[in-house]
Every structure is written in C-alpha cells, then in structure tokens.
C-alpha cells in the first residue's frame, strides 16, 4: 500500500523552529516530487514547499520564502520540511503530498495535482 506519513508537529513558541517529516511506505521517494501544505481553521489549502529527487529541484512560495526549507534523505525514504522563525499566522494541519517522476516548480502549488496523500501533522506557533 502506497503512503506517507506527516510528523514532526507541536507547539513551538514564535520565533521558533520545527522539522516536520514525511515518510513513505509502499513507494520510493528517489523518483517523486513530494509537497508541503498547510490549512488553517477556515482557510484554504496553502502550499509551503516542494521538493523533488527526481531532478533535485526544490520550489519555496514566497509566503515563506527565507524561512522554510526542504530537504531529502534517501536512504530512510523522507523527506523534511525544517520551518525557522515561526509566526502565530503559521499555526495549522501540515500535510505531504506525492506525485511521481516530476520536478517541483511553481505548479505544485496547486494541492490538486498531487496524487498520494498522508494524515497532517498539527503546528501550534504561540506568542
């Protein structure tokens, strides 16, 4: 069975930093592009980050841009999402997405793309 799996999540104070993972069973990573999204309560579906081990590309919106980062690790088939200097207005559900065989790029905003979805992992930034 195909999957991933979102941890990392907490309570962290503003100012802060967490990792988030995303691992995968079932699939392996050297050949997909693998989403971070998040969602606030009452919110839509926000992109975070992109990277891909099929060309190495990474995509960071510009809403975070500076601040969040992504990264690989092969050999345990996960994939990072490490967020520094957190916001109150960072607070939400984080979740992993994959699609396989493709770069990231500015389209893998767009959460409809992805095809393999994990659970979220809940981020709480505190003030």
């Known amino acids: 069975e195909v999957q991933l799996q979102a941890s990392g999540g907490g309570l962290v104070q503003a100012g802060g930093s967490l990792r988030l993972s995303c691992a995968a069973s079932?699939?392996?990573?050297?050949?997909?592009?693998i989403g971070w999204f998040r969602q606030a309560p009452g919110k839509e579906r926000e992109a975070v980050g992109c990277?891909?081990?099929?060309?190495?590309?990474?995509y960071i919106p510009d809403s975070v841009k500076g601040r969040f980062t992504t990264s690989s690790d092969n050999a345990k088939n996960t994939v990072y999402l490490q967020m520094n200097s957190l916001k109150r207005e960072d607070t939400g559900v984080y979740y992993c997405?994959?699609?396989?065989?493709?770069?990231?790029?500015?389209?893998?905003?767009?959460?409809?793309?992805?095809?393999?979805w994990g659970q979220g992992t809940l981020v709480t930034v505190s003030s």
């Open positions: 997405a994959g699609l396989k065989s493709i770069g990231c790029a500015s389209w893998s905003q767009d959460p409809n793309w992805f095809n393999i």
């Open positions: 079932g699939f392996g990573l050297e050949d997909s592009a």
């Open positions: 990277f891909s081990n099929t060309d190495g590309t990474r």
